[in-house]
């Protein structure tokens, strides 16, 4: 089998992938489930080559992440439930509904705070449309914050869940009230440090970390952005200290923290 730039052809492989006895024995014991941390991932990985501006693996990334999509397509239609043809068919209906402006009737100048009203009317609209269909013995009480979804990344599910709760004004009017509440996660940390006790302190922790995100939604901060450039930094920094202690003849093992830490203090004065 021949590679192709025609869709049509990564399908062909997945299926023959997915094929009893002649497909791959990997593959064939795949689900859902053992596949989704794949997927979460390979979007991870997208992003990652777009903060790094190299194109040519943004290439390879978006190629891994289409093959996810095809994965869970062949999935389910081995299931009976649908086809990627139907993925492909459902968000280009989705899009054209949802830009009216684009592919509707609408005239005149349309400016992008009206794009966002339309965006958010219409995707309610379809939200009760998708409500309707389901049996009545499904439709329950929702929370405000049950459409923020459980599949994110947590700090960036930790930020939806705040600003959702926000739109009622449930939320501080200062960061530095904020600033404040991180304090007072970090002094309960430290009381169960003292207390030596483990399920606290990864309880207070997770405290903290929310505390954080809302600092971050506060003052207009991504958390999972700021995050990966201090993650870059981090990676910067310490790879002065392996440079600098190879300079010497030196591995990290046989450096002190404080020389170590003497050599992160002159990279960062470096930056």
Request: one cysteine or more; aromatic letters at 6%.
């Amino acid at each position: 089998m021949k590679p192709s730039r025609d869709i049509s052809r990564l399908i062909e492989v997945m299926a023959a992938l997915r094929t009893p006895v002649t497909g791959c024995p990997w593959d064939l014991d795949q689900n859902f489930a053992t596949i989704a941390p794949y997927t979460i991932e390979e979007a991870y990985e997208v992003a990652d080559a777009i903060t790094r501006g190299d194109l040519d693996d943004l290439r390879d990334e978006l190629g891994d992440l289409l093959l996810q999509v095809v994965y869970h397509a062949r999935l389910a239609e081995e299931q009976n439930a649908f086809a990627f043809g139907d993925v492909v068919e459902g968000v280009t209906r989705k899009m054209i509904r949802r830009h009216p402006h684009v592919f509707g009737d609408e005239n005149g100048v349309v400016t992008s705070g009206h794009v966002a009203e339309n965006w958010d009317r219409i995707k309610a609209e379809e939200k009760a449309e998708r409500a309707a269909r389901r049996p009545p013995e499904e439709i329950s009480h929702k929370s405000l914050l049950s459409n923020v979804k459980a599949g994110q990344p947590a700090l960036t599910r930790a930020m939806e869940l705040q600003r959702k709760a926000s739109t009622v004004g449930f939320d501080w009017n200062d960061p530095r009230a904020v600033l404040h509440k991180i304090r007072e996660e970090a002094d309960e940390i430290e009381a169960a440090l003292d207390r030596g006790d483990t399920e606290e302190l990864a309880a207070e922790t997770g405290d903290l970390l929310f505390a954080l995100v809302n600092l971050a939604r506060h003052v207009g901060a991504d958390p999972e952005s700021a995050l990966r450039g201090t993650n870059a930094k981090f990676e910067r920094r310490f790879a002065y200290i392996e440079r600098a202690l190879a300079a010497k003849g030196r591995s990290l093992e046989q450096a002190s923290l404080e020389e170590m830490d003497a050599l992160w203090n002159a990279a960062k004065g470096e930056e």
